[in-house]
C-alpha cells in the first residue's frame, strides 16, 4: 500500500468518525465541527510521524542523503516517490518508512534533519505534548463530554501554540534564505500551503475556543 494513500485513509476514516458519531447522536452535521474533526485528525496522524522524527532522527540525517542522490539519478519530486512507493501492510506503521517523511521534506528545509535546529524540536516536541490534548478536543467537540469552559481554555493553549509556533517557524524559515535553494513552486507548496492551515485553522479554533468560555456552552458548534 502506498504511504500517500494509507495516510489519506486513516485521515478519512478518523474524520468520518467524529462526524458520524455526532450525526448518530443528534441528527445534525456542523461545519465548523466538521472542519476541526478532519483538522484533529490529521493532527494525531502527524503527532505519530513527529515521534518518528524524533525516535529516527540518526536515520533520517542518512536518509536525506539517500533522497537527494536519488533525486539527481531520477529526476523525480522526492515527496512524491516516497508517497506513491509500495510498501507492505505489515511494515506501513513501522517508524523506519515513516521517517522518509522527513528525509524528503528535508531537502526543502535542512533543519529537519539537524536536531540543533527549531524546525526539528518543535515538531517531534507537539509530537509527545499535543496528541492527548487533541484527542480530549476531538471528544469534546463531537460530544461535549468535558463543561464547555473547560475545552474553551484547553483549546486557547492548543491554537495559540499552534499559531505562535508556526508563525515563528515561517519567519525563521525566511529569516534563514532557505527559499534561496529551492524554486518558488516548492516555496509555495512546502512552505505556504502545508504550513498555512496552522495558522488559519489555529485562529478559527482561538475564536471557537473564546466563545466556549464565554457563552459557557458548545453553541458556537451547533451542540
Keep these: 500500500m502506498a504511504p500517500g494513500l494509507f495516510a489519506a485513509v486513516v485521515v478519512m476514516l478518523l474524520t468520518l468518525l467524529g462526524v458520524s458519531t455526532r450525526f448518530y447522536l443528534i441528527g445534525d452535521f456542523n461545519i465548523i465541527h466538521g472542519l476541526f474533526s478532519l483538522f484533529f485528525s490529521f493532527n494525531l496522524l502527524l503527532c505519530y510521524w513527529e515521534m518518528c522524527l524524533f525516535f529516527k532522527r540518526d536515520y533520517i540525517e542518512r536518509r536525506t542523503e539517500y533522497w537527494r542522490a536519488r533525486q539527481c539519478e531520477s ?14 501492510l505489515t511494515k506501513i506503521l513501522s517508524p523506519t518508512v515513516w ?19 527549531l524546525g526539528f524540536n518543535i515538531d517531534f516536541a507537539n509530537g509527545f505534548v499535543a496528541a492527548l490534548p487533541i484527542l480530549i478536543l476531538y471528544a469534546a467537540f463531537t460530544v461535549d ?26 519567519a525563521s524559515f525566511f529569516v534563514a534564505g ?17 504550513n498555512g492551515p496552522w495558522v488559519l485553522f489555529a485562529l478559527l479554533g482561538l475564536y471557537v475556543s473564546a466563545r466556549l468560555i464565554l457563552d459557557g456552552d458548545y453553541g458556537v458548534l451547533g451542540l
Excluded: C, K, N
Excluded at 521517517?99 to 535546529?117: C, E, K, P, Q
Design 75 to 88: 529526476g523525480r519530486t522526492p515527496s512524491v516517490e516516497f508517497l506513491t512507493t509500495r510498501v507492505p
Design 99 to 117: 521517517a522518509d517523511v522527513w528525509a524528503t521534506y528535508a531537502l526543502v528545509d535542512g533543519s529537519f534533519s539537524d536536531r540543533r535546529s
Design 145 to 170: 463530554f468535558l463543561p464547555a469552559v473547560l475545552a474553551g481554555m484547553l483549546g486557547l493553549i492548543l491554537f495559540w501554540q499552534w499559531t505562535y509556533v508556526t508563525s515563528v517557524y515561517l
Design 178 to 194: 532557505r527559499q534561496r535553494h529551492i524554486s518558488r513552486g516548492e516555496v509555495f507548496t512546502y512552505i505556504w500551503a502545508m
